[in-house]
């Protein structure tokens, strides 16, 4: 019995050294543990500085590491860049740069035709990066496949369709530009600002939330349609987060074109329009004959939003839905400060 003990407290005693020396010591424990926490922060550095491998549309890109001349086709990555401080690196825009941004760029830079661009004056500008939109596309063709050809990197950012792709397409391009830390603080201070104004806009009583009609064109007697936003676009639901109801919510086209008739019976209590080809505009839409019984007509809530505020889905689209809140809502926004004021 005695010698059965022995065994058994031997082996007990053995398991017991094993234990102890498998056990890891203190100082062997911290550094491990700093290791883990320094492996941790490589990866994640590693991660940080990663240049996006493929746009927001999808396609596959090589973006250089270091990118010095930049093309920019679209006004909203303009704008975009003009605000991260690297507005000095274009070499070339779209048109609609030139004339809304003009002042703020570079003198005497090419202009382009969003739409037939020229490929070959674009490549002999030998751009590190190009910045194209969705809009180019629209009609099925790669106006830019003599570029993509060329070895440049085209960058493509389809036209955004909610608020959420729009922070994405700052960082997006933060990323490839090196100014991610800056484009990621624009786009958390345009996030806040969104959740903000929706706070509010939730708060709104339903019985107390107005009817919008938002007009991108007025109605003339050569041109009588007007065309709005529908189902599935930032700017609808940059409508409902303020708390209004947009009246071409359920329009299946993103950008619908609605008889003037269909939009006197829609009877909105609030009008907004970007059109900024129509002179005085909110006059023209106050005298418009047979909108005289509509309600926004009678109570003269009409009001134009800078339609490059927004209708370019970058960060200043939070001043366009600023200025819509107070204009419709103005004692429930009173003290919402714009983050973009310029």
């Known amino acids: 019995m005695k010698k059965k003990w022995s065994v058994v407290a031997l082996s007990a005693m053995m398991m017991a050294a094993a234990a102890m020396c498998c056990e890891a010591s203190p100082k062997q424990t911290e550094n491990t543990e700093a ?9 994640a550095a590693a991660a940080d500085t990663a240049l996006p491998s493929k746009d927001p549309a999808g396609n596959e890109i090589t973006v250089p590491e270091k990118v010095d001349k930049i093309i920019s086709m679209a006004p909203s990555v303009t704008r975009l ?7 000095d690196k274009l070499v ?20 382009y035709d969003m739409m037939q661009p020229d490929n070959e004056s674009i490549v002999s500008l030998k751009p590190d990066i190009v910045f194209t939109t969705g809009m180019s596309s629209s009609g099925g063709t790669d106006v830019y496949a003599a570029v993509r050809a060329a070895g440049i990197c085209t960058a493509d950012i389809p036209s955004a369709s909610s608020l959420d792709e729009i922070g994405e397409s700052i960082t997006f391009v933060g990323d490839c530009t090196g100014t991610k830390a800056k484009a990621e603080a624009i ?3 345009y996030s806040s600002a969104v959740a903000d104004i929706k706070k509010i806009g939730d708060g709104i009583p339903k019985e107390e939330r107005k009817s919008v009609l938002y007009e991108i064109s007025t109605p ?12 599935d676009t930032y700017i609808t ?23 003037e008739e269909a939009a006197i019976a829609m009877n909105p209590d609030v009008i907004l329009t970007t059109d900024n080809y129509a002179k005085d505009v909110v006059n023209t839409l106050l005298s418009l004959t047979g909108w005289e019984n509509v309600t926004a007509v009678k109570n003269k809530d009409v009001y134009y939003i800078d339609a490059n505020l927004l209708n370019q889905p970058n960060q200043h689209v939070v001043s366009a839905m600023i200025d819509m809140a107070k204009d419709i809502y103005p004692e429930a926004y009173d003290g ?4 973009f004021a310029q």
Request: proline residues 6%; negative net charge.
């Open 336 to 339: 919402m400060e714009d983050p």
């Open 220 to 231: 003339t007697s050569d041109s009588p349609a007007i065309y709005s936003a529908g189902k």
């Open 35 to 43: 290791a883990a926490a320094w492996a941790a922060e490589t990866e």
């Open 92 to 111: 070339g825009v779209d048109t609609y740069s030139e004339q809304y941004y003009g002042d703020e760029l570079p003198e005497n830079l090419p202009a």
């Open 187 to 189: 786009s958390r201070d």
């Open 81 to 87: 860049l003009i605000d991260l401080g690297i507005s």
């Open 237 to 259: 639901e940059a409508i409902t987060d303020i708390g209004a109801v947009s009246l071409t919510a359920d329009q299946e086209d993103a950008w619908p074109s609605i008889s």
